[in-house]
């Protein structure tokens, strides 16, 4: 599987939209979108369902950018959601992955993973840290790096540390935790659902950028309910 940029137009279809809320976003001429509240943004691409060849688009769409997969993937869990912020032709900005299976004390769990340039506002978005009236956070804040972190995660070879970061003030708190840090000079957020399954991340995960995995993504499962965010 190339991991190359292309121009040449995906047959899935795909939604798009902004990076930091719901809203529609409407193209404005010269590969430019215009958010109704954030004004012009790089676009987000979603697709509609989570397939094979939809991720060999999300790939080709977003190029060298990594996108994160906790690897191997465990027996019963699956590729269920995926999607980048990238302007055409051009480096993207942010990815998104999540996966789904189930563990024993948490029943079914959902892990989405974000990678993204600071300011991008995509990982703040999936937390659910988007707040009123302008107000919603963009980057993870003054949590990472103030003290020890809780996790450590593995990224390629390289231990990453990650702290919580406080959903307290966002609606549905108990449903999820967040932890963040720095990969690769970017964020890298991971939102578990529901908040007990961060305990899973005790175990050593690793995340691999599977943008450079080539043929064994065809064994990946994909499919299943998607989280909201």
């Not at 430019?32 to 999300?58: K, N, T």
């Not at 051009?90 to 993204?116: K, W, Y």
């Amino acid at each position: 599987m190339s991991s190359e940029p292309s121009d040449t137009p995906d047959r899935s279809e795909l939604r798009v939209g902004c990076p930091r809320c719901p809203a529609p976003i409407a193209e404005i001429g010269d590969g430019r979108w215009s958010c109704p509240e954030h004004g012009a943004v790089v676009p987000l691409w979603h697709p509609v369902a989570a397939s094979y060849d939809d991720f060999a688009g999300h790939l080709r769409r977003t190029g060298p950018f990594p996108t994160y997969l906790p690897w191997p993937l465990g027996p019963g869990w699956a590729v269920t959601d995926f999607a980048a912020v990238a302007p055409k032709g051009s480096t993207a900005r942010a990815t998104m992955t999540c996966v789904s299976g189930t563990s024993q004390l948490d029943g079914p769990v959902d892990v989405l993973v974000v990678s993204e340039e600071a300011g991008t506002g995509l990982g703040a978005r999936v937390a659910g840290l988007t707040g009123e009236h302008g107000a919603e956070r963009i980057d993870p804040g003054q949590e990472v790096g103030d003290g020890p972190p809780t996790v450590r995660v593995r990224v390629g070879n390289h231990p990453v540390g990650l702290w919580p970061v406080s959903v307290s003030s966002s609606a549905g708190e108990w449903d999820r935790s967040v932890v963040a840090g720095e990969a690769e000079g970017r964020w890298l957020w991971l939102v578990l659902r529901p908040a007990s399954a961060v305990l899973l991340l005790r175990d050593d995960w690793i995340l691999r950028d599977v943008s450079e995995t080539g043929p064994q993504l065809v064994a990946l499962p994909f499919g299943g309910p998607r989280p909201p965010w």
